[in-house]
């Protein structure tokens, strides 16, 4: 059934005008959900449960990027999912250090999409790499490490 769902879930994205749906070849686990949002803010968005974890992804977002970067992006939320990480697991840390606490969740969940991704795939780590370092130490928001992080962490999560 989850296989069924994912097919009519990227069915609907295709008929809604995305360039490209989520890609066939990321390490996913099939008892995931990826579900389109065309109203979702950002990219792709992971939501941890034990019994139904979810990855909500704008298909119109997905479009603006190369099929490998979308690779890289959705094994990232797959990731997330692997490593049960939550939001409430910062709420429950100083205020002062939620940030970095979440900042380091992104960076696991990096490491764990290169890990994954491997050497069949190292065109879509690259891709990451590349779209990382170009942001320099900008960030998305207080929540993500800076473009330089994250290109760094990638790079040595693929050497191990």
Known sequence: MPRLWRLAVTGLAALLGAGHPVPADVATDPAVQEIADVSLRDVAVAVYDPVHPVIYYNPVLMDRFSPEL???????EHAHIALRHTRSSALRTEPGRRSRVLQDKELEADCLAARRLG???????LAAVRFFSRMGNTQFDAEHPTGTERARQILLCMAE
């Open 70 to 76: 979308d690779s890289f992006f959705m094994a990232h």
């Open 119 to 125: 050497s069949a795939q190292r065109s879509a780590t």
